[in-house]
């Protein structure tokens, strides 16, 4: 058995600067509070930091950016390693694969495939984490020909509760590998990933936004579009209610809006990408004329900027369910929550377009491989000003009662707004086998409170 490594680890105690870097979270509606922490930059200061909180009674845990801090279970008395790994991004153009260490965000994945001729499975913000987002399934606008992120990883390094640095892939320890993609964490944590990249030079991709009068025409279309659009194209449709701050266009802070953006990959050739653009945006164009429109041929560095997600930390309140087919009753519930007139204060409602390879199970993948759901929903806001918590997660419960007869009842981990969310990803089988790799590499629990709700039965 290998011995932890107990040697002072550098852990930073709350009231130093270096306590405030290392939680520093993105979602300021839910701080993160460890007993201690560390931002880790070599595999031996994961170790050390492991070892020490094995040695102290301490629980470990793990993030990078904390993009899902109100996602997790609260922090209090654990050992924090934020994980910021040197070695940067490298990239094996003949295997097409990126060795990314743990704490490297997407943008920095996007921009060093791109060099190449090649695109990663980024979601919708360039700030994001890559180990965070694949770990946790991963929706990107890519997404509906590649599949699910988290299937397109070949290897993960992780250090586990014993001290012990590990490679796993699909022959190297293929079980915890299994685990480790989607089983709902609590395994180790992780230095390093390998993720397949795929050639893509022209993208089409941008956002066109309508003021909200036209939500219900603009949905409709969209959704029926969705019905038997083809694979190469991955779009979503929100409502957004912007408010006037820098960075967000006047024509968008002007009323509610309602949005259709993502990316088609020209797989089929720049003609047929063409022609699927004009199948989607020709009909919404005639409903009006858009009060902005970003679509445009480009590379797939642009993608990460068409979403305008927030790229500096805020706070948010939230919630997320897979949802079925919503039939035109389901577009009136959704709008009836979220529309103009709901008095809805989320700032942004959304629903993403899944199938085609999200819904196909990929029989070398892990524990979670496909979403059978139709849609990916997804509201928040920020409790600022008039705008109380708790009048948000009113409205988040007024939005899932509205739905919940298109709800599956399942969830997908990375788009997860709050901990305490009715959530769940996996099947029983999933669950028990997952539980059986958390006993062998982490027999004591070091882990325990980083497992998602519903992934475990351990205690
Ligand atoms: C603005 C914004 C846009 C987003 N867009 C998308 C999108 O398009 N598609 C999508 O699927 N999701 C999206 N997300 C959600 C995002 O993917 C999840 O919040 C994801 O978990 C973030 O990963 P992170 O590492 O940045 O977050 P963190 O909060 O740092 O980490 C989240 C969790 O991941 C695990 N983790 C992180 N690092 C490690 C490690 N080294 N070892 C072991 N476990 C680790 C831990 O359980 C940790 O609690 C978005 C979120 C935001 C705020």
Redesign the pocket.
Known sequence: MTTVNVRDPGLALPGSPAYDAATA???LAAPAEPAAALTARTVDEVRGAIGHAAATGRRV?????????A??RPMRGSVLIR?RLDGGVEVDVRRRVARVP??TLWGEVVEAAARHGLAAPH???AT??V???L??????FYGRAVGL?VNRVRAIE?VTADGEHRRTDATLDPELFWALRGGG?GF????AVEVELFPADLVITGAAFWPAAHARRVLDLWRRWTLDAPPEATTSLRVMNLPPLPGVPPALAAGPVVCVDGAILAARGPAAARSVAEDLLGPLRSVAEPVLDTWQEATPAAVPGV?M??ADPVP?VGDHMLLDELGDDGAEAFLGAVGPGSGSPLVVAGLRQLGGAFAVPDPAGGALNHLPARYSYAGSGPPLGPVTPQALRDHCAKVRAALSPWDTGTT????VESFDQPQGHLGHDEVRRADLVRLRVDPDGLFRD?IAPGATTLR
């Open positions: 979270v993105f979602n845990r793990v993030h990078a950016t904390g993009h899902a801090s996602a997790v994980t743990a704490g979601g919708s913000s994001v984490g180990v965070g987002y770990l946790r399934g991963g929706l990107s992120a992780l964490g180790g944590v992780v230095t979403h997600d927030p948010v997908v981990p990375s788009f980083d």
